[in-house]
T-cell receptor, first 115, second 113 residues
């Protein structure tokens, strides 16, 4: 069965520093991969998604992620962290093409940004 | 346009009680999915409904049930509440059952005492 692992439950960076949040998926290549962000007391907001084509995906708020099949990874990056980026980030996949309504999430990474 | 709305925002119940959570999808969306997010963990899939039919079920006991109405809104019901059911319950909607982009509501926080 498909699963998602996010390395590091807490990541702390300084404002202006590179943000790198790690995500690995298991078994076969999932059809779709996502990153969602969750601010305190709010639902999840889609940052970006990968379906097919270019492996480097650009999302909102300056985030991007690269799909690397050989490494079974879909890491999220942002060149320069901003205080407003502090939130919980979730990597997710769909298990198959006809199960778009079912997302499998990682356990999440809490990002802290120090001034 | 209104996003996905969930009610109530917060709920406190005692063990053994029953609870009903409600979700209204984005206008024009026909698919609704429910997730449970326990504190400190990622959301876990509970159900998906599309056109009033169940299209997917996660690994949850039969105490959990759901339904979808003709206007595509949905209810999640949990019977015989346990302390472990305390969580944030998220509803997400999408245009179709296979649409891969889901839009989430702010959730209902359920506390079971």
């Amino acid at each position: 069965a498909q699963s998602v692992t996010q390395l590091g439950s807490h990541v702390s960076v300084s404002e202006g520093a590179l943000v790198l949040l790690r995500c690995n998926y298991s078994s076969s290549v999932p059809p779709y991969l996502f990153w969602y962000v969750q601010y305190p007391n709010q639902g999840l907001q889609l940052l970006l998604k990968y379906t097919t084509g270019a492996t480097l995906v650009k999302g909102i708020n300056g985030f991007e992620a690269e799909f690397k099949k050989s490494e079974t990874s879909f890491h999220l990056t942002k060149p320069s962290a901003h205080m407003s980026d502090a939130a919980e980030y979730f990597c997710a996949v769909t298990p198959s093409y006809n199960q778009g309504g079912k997302l499998i999430f990682g356990q999440g990474t809490e990002l802290s940004v120090k001034p | 346009d209104a996003g996905v709305t969930q009610s109530p925002t917060h709920l406190i119940k005692t063990r053994g009680q029953h609870v009903t959570l409600r979700c209204s999808p984005i206008s024009g969306h026909k698919s609704v999915s429910w997730y449970q997010q326990v504190l400190g963990q990622g959301p876990q899939f509970i159900f998906q409904y599309y056109e009033k039919e169940e299209r997917g079920r996660g690994n949850f006991p039969d105490r959990f049930s759901a339904r979808q109405f003709p206007n595509y809104s949905s209810e999640l019901n949990v019977n015989a509440l346990l302390l472990g059911d305390s969580a944030l319950y998220l509803c997400a909607s999408s245009q179709t059952s296979f649409e891969n982009i889901q839009y989430f509501g702010a959730g209902t926080r359920l506390s079971v005492l």
